[in-house]
């Protein structure tokens, strides 16, 4: 036969790699639901992502000549599919099947129920007299059908006939445009479509023909419920519209099996089927409650006909048409199918639809398999562990209480966040993130917290940077040369290098680091500093550091506070003396050329923090600049009102009212002073360079963000043009103030503010996940915020010897298996990106290993062992953030504190593969009841390590995979 003959020529085939022969469906709400139509747009997005086809089909020519001319591509189409999940060793653990309930086999459609179908849609289809019959061609069906459409056009009366069979039908609702026909053309390739697919298989057609049975009663619209959706499939219709448990209708309507049911039951089961069959043909209609009556009359009378046809008894039919559909109360009985709740599952399909820009209804049902990278063997333990820990007696057995831990009648109140990375030549692999909440909120990525001392990390490290960029810079210098640099005036870092290399001339880079790690700095806390702006004061831990004078390997053991403040003060002077420009500023207040350099000077330099601040604010909304902008803002009254009236100087005082209340919330001044504000900080009352400066931003920064909400579709060219007077304006205020400490204090400030902005350059290549530091020399204890998983990143780079990959969650993405659109995507294999020199990592991760060993996380010494007693190397950095607002005297003393949160976070490395972060969190006026210290996650992480143990040696991790768990 030529149909069949043809049909076998649209083949396809999955190759590896993209294809150049395939094309996607572009309409249709079958292919639409599960995403195939989508799938090019996803495929360009997921290539932008990181993410390549790894296999994708390649249509035969006949196939894409075939669907090019707008006809369906043939091939058994799914009845059932959804989104499912699995972990790190292929076993699922989330599938979204829908619908819901299915027929899985013709064998399984109870006889009646065929019956009734065919005899209202579709009565010979499965007439075994032609074996070759078209099941897309009724002829006599489709005569009548044209003779109702002329009668119609000729305005003569009479019912309208449809001339589809249920083939047809299944190809209109499943790929034309809005499940409609719409002209003589569409109605053409929904029967072209039809007949192909009832061939594809050979000139028998029964089996095709029975398929089409099983794909009707399983995809039929049934319109859409309240709190549900769409509604396909009788199956799901029965239980969304009347409540019915579907395997029961079935049985019912199964003689086999319906012996001991009453006549009651069976017409009730059979009533409900023959309506959903009626409604189809308008189900907005039939199953709203203004066409319910009309449905029941239909219903009744093909129940009538059934029996003159001999298909049920008298007795049945008198009990059906006896029998009342009950339609479900949507108010009081919701149909709902509750989604499996889990850290692991909320934190996948977050991702998922990130990746995929699709909204979770869509996503649930598409048809997509994602392998992740969790185990979520493990992810299950983690979770039950950390939910367990509520239970004070659960805590006092992994040793939660105690001093500066936790009290009995508090354990409930804390918050746990752990997550579990390992290093992979794919990536950095997450395979636990999991808390306590059982939220869709993860603290460690969804969060700013101030996470204390591990800030010390992060400067640390940029420490350690600096000493290799110097090493690099004068390791090669010969001696004489290095004698007159030392002559110089240079900063401490600077100098301290060029000493060393002068004494040390093998100029060994890991030797002059372990050296850099011996330098000693001062913990005493008397000392005033002068940053962000005014002075400050620090203070230790424990007052019996406080005379100290510690090397920085002992201060980031023993979390001292004052000697890594004084680091990151060296650290800034070391920026400002990169630009001997910005260094002048401070030591050549009279030079005859000071007006020409200055020019110059602001020239360049305020173009280079033009371009930074641009690329910060480029391409975001209005509301999302000014968010940025404030998040990265200690904010207060005077400074919210000195950037409000600056960036919107049109505002009415009930704009800027309102404005400071969203922002400060209870911490509001009252209208008097927000009037004495919004009069203070009015246009034109400060000039740009004291507009800044009260808002302890960089004013070029303040000027970028109101010239991009008060200006439309600007480039980054004509910013630069309109900043010219801004420019000069910016840097030439500082040298016209007449007292010399004063201006110095102002100097002193912008030059913080630009060397935090060349420091948070180099914390974002390591991952800092925010796009702004505080200029202060509390960054040094976190008051700039971070993210517990951020940190744990950083850790991973210092495992890795310096060398970061991405973050890996998911390892596949399979769309449209077995099917003519089947495409898989892949991470793409990607180099590891060095961003830290190996000898640095090196340094670093011996001196995390002290913490451990005999520092703040001491408790996980000697915890973590392989099966055979070999101790694996730990290392770590634990951090405290009790966060409060204060309130002051004019003495400067706290007269109120209430705390916002409280949080203690511990980062941490296991051997060569593994690191992660755990963290214990109370948000709220609850924290004030706190106050554990880091103490507290070490000891968590400590009970945890029974359940990690076994994923660590790296036999056992192997032989635990093929027992379908894994980490490898």
């Known amino acids: 036969m030529f149909i069949s003959d043809y049909a076998r020529t649209l083949n396809y085939q999955l190759e590896p790699g993209p294809s150049e022969q395939l094309i996607f469906p572009s309409e249709g709400p079958f292919d639409e639901r599960l995403g195939y139509v989508s799938l090019p747009k996803i495929q360009a997005r997921l290539l932008t992502r990181g993410f390549e086809v790894s296999q994708q089909v390649r249509f035969s020519p006949a196939l894409y000549d075939y669907t090019q001319q707008g006809f369906f591509a043939p091939y058994t189409e799914k009845v059932q599919a959804g989104l499912t999940l699995k972990d790190c060793s292929g076993a699922p653990f989330y599938r979204f099947n829908y619908p819901y309930h299915h027929y899985s086999d013709f064998s399984d459609i109870p006889p009646l129920v065929i019956q009734s179908l065919l005899f209202i849609e579709n009565r010979h289809l499965l007439s075994s007299k032609n074996p070759l019959a078209n099941p897309a061609v009724d002829w006599p069906r489709l005569g009548i059908a044209a003779i109702s459409q002329v009668t119609k056009a000729l305005g003569m009366s009479g019912q309208s006939s449809g001339g589809s069979t249920l083939a047809t039908q299944v190809e209109k609702y499943r790929h034309s445009a809005d499940g409609l026909t719409d002209s003589p053309v569409e109605k053409l390739k929904q029967m072209v479509s039809a007949s192909v697919r009832a061939y594809y298989h050979g000139p028998q057609t029964l089996a095709a023909r029975k398929l089409v049975v099983w794909a009707y009663l399983n995809s039929v619209p049934l319109s859409a419920a309240p709190s549900y959706g769409e509604v396909h499939g009788i199956g799901d219709g029965l239980w969304v519209w009347f409540g019915a448990n579907f395997q029961e209708v079935n049985r019912l309507l199964d003689p086999k099996r319906n012996q001991n049911d009453t006549l009651k039951d069976i017409g009730l089961a059979l009533r409900q089927i023959t309506a959903l069959m009626i409604a189809h043909r308008r189900p907005s209609f039939y199953l709203a409650p203004k066409g319910r009556d009309e449905l029941a009359r239909l219903t009744d009378s093909y129940i009538r006909l059934f029996m003159q046809q001999g298909m049920i008894t008298g007795p049945l039919m008198a009990a059906a048409l006896e029998a009342k559909t009950q339609f479900r109360d949507f108010k009081s009985n919701p149909a709902l199918m509750r989604v499996a709740s889990s850290k692991g599952l909320q934190l996948a399909r977050g991702r998922l639809s990130q990746l995929l820009a699709t909204q979770f209804y869509d996503l649930d049902r598409m048809d997509l398999t994602a392998n992740t990278s969790l185990n979520i063997r493990l992810q299950r333990a983690a979770s039950t562990f950390l939910a367990e820990l509520a239970d004070p007696a659960i805590a006092q057995q992994v040793g939660l209480i105690g001093h500066r831990l936790l009290s009995p009648a508090h354990t409930a109140q804390v918050?746990?966040?752990?997550?579990?990375?390992?290093?992979?030549?794919?990536?950095?692999?997450?395979?636990?993130?999991?808390?306590?909440?059982?939220?869709?909120?993860?603290?460690?990525?969804?969060?700013?917290?101030?996470?204390?001392?591990?800030?010390?990390?992060?400067?640390?490290?940029?420490?350690?940077?600096?000493?290799?960029?110097?090493?690099?810079?004068?390791?090669?210098?010969?001696?004489?040369?290095?004698?007159?640099?030392?002559?110089?005036?240079?900063?401490?870092?600077?100098?301290?290098?060029?000493?060393?290399?002068?004494?040390?001339?093998e100029r060994s880079l890991t030797k002059m680091l372990d050296a850099a790690m011996a330098r000693k700095y001062s913990a005493n806390p008397s000392e005033q500093f002068f940053t962000g702006g005014g002075i400050h004061v620090f203070h230790n831990f424990s007052p019996q550091d406080n005379k100290l004078n510690a090397t920085l390997t002992d201060s980031l053991r023993l979390s001292l506070n004052l000697p890594f403040v004084r680091l990151l003060r060296d650290i800034v002077r070391y920026s400002t003396y990169q630009d001997i420009n910005r260094a002048r500023l401070l030591s050549d207040d009279k030079h005859p050329k000071r007006q020409e350099y200055l020019s110059r000077f602001a020239d360049r330099e305020g173009k280079a923090f033009l371009s930074r601040f641009w690329k910060k604010y480029a391409g975001k909304t209005d509301t999302e600049q000014l968010d940025i902008f404030l998040n990265g803002l200690k904010q207060t009254p005077v400074r919210l009102a000195a950037v409000h009236r600056y960036i919107l100087p049109d505002a009415t005082f009930a704009q800027f009212q309102q404005f400071l209340q969203q922002r400060l919330g209870s911490q509001t001044p009252d209208n008097k002073t927000l009037n004495q504000l919004y009069q203070r900080y009015a246009p034109g009352k400060y000039s740009l360079p004291d507009q800044g400066y009260i808002a302890r931003v960089h004013p070029l920064e303040l000027w970028l963000l109101a010239y991009l909400m008060q200006t439309d579709q600007v480039t980054f060219n004509d910013a630069i043009q309109a900043s010219q007077v801004q420019r000069q304006e910016v840097y030439g205020w500082l040298f016209k103030t007449r007292h010399r400490n004063a201006r110095d204090s102002r100097i002193r400030t912008m030059l913080e503010v630009e060397a935090f902005l060349d420091i948070h350059q180099r914390w974002v290549k390591l991952g800092y996940p925010f796009q702004h530091l505080v200029p202060s020399l509390a960054t040094a204890l976190g008051s700039s915020g971070d993210r517990p998983l951020a940190l744990a990143t950083l850790l991973g780079i210092i495992q890795n010897g310096g060398v970061k990959y991405p973050t890996v969650r998911i390892q596949s993405l399979a769309f449209a298996q077995d099917t003519p659109y089947e495409t898989h995507f892949s991470p793409q294999i990607i180099a590891g990106e060095r961003v830290m020199m190996k000898e640095v990592a090196d340094t670093l991760k011996q001196a995390l290993a002290q913490v451990v060993n005999n520092g703040t996380a001491r408790r996980l010494a000697g915890v973590f062992q392989l099966d055979d007693g070999t101790q694996l190397t730990v290392g770590g950095k634990t951090g405290t953030g009790d966060n409060r607002i204060e309130s002051v005297n004019s003495s400067g003393q706290v007269t109120r504190s209430v705390a916002r949160n409280r949080t203690a976070t511990l980062v941490f490395y296991i051997g060569e593969s593994y690191f992660g972060t755990l963290t214990a969190y109370v948000a709220g006026n609850a924290a004030e009841q706190f106050s554990f210290t880091s103490a507290l996650p070490s000891q968590v992480l400590k009970g945890m390590a029974p359940m990690i143990a076994p994923y660590l040696d790296d036999d056992a991790a192997v032989a635990a995979q093929h027992q379908g768990h894994c980490l490898h």
Do not use: C
């Not at 746990?416 to 390992?422: E, G, I, K, R, V």
């Not at 030549?425 to 808390?435: H, S």
């Not at 001696?479 to 110089?488: D, F, I, R, Y």
């Open 415 to 505: 918050n746990y966040s752990f997550t579990l990375l390992q290093q992979s030549p794919q990536g950095f692999k997450v395979r636990v993130q999991t808390d306590n909440t059982n939220q869709p909120f993860d603290i460690n990525e969804g969060s700013k917290l101030e996470l204390g001392s591990t800030a010390k990390i992060r400067v640390l490290t940029t420490y350690l940077e600096i000493i290799a960029e110097l090493h690099q810079k004068y390791a090669t210098t010969e001696q004489g040369e290095l004698k007159q640099l030392a002559n110089q005036q240079q900063d401490s870092l600077t100098r301290w290098s060029i000493n060393y290399l002068l004494a040390n001339p």
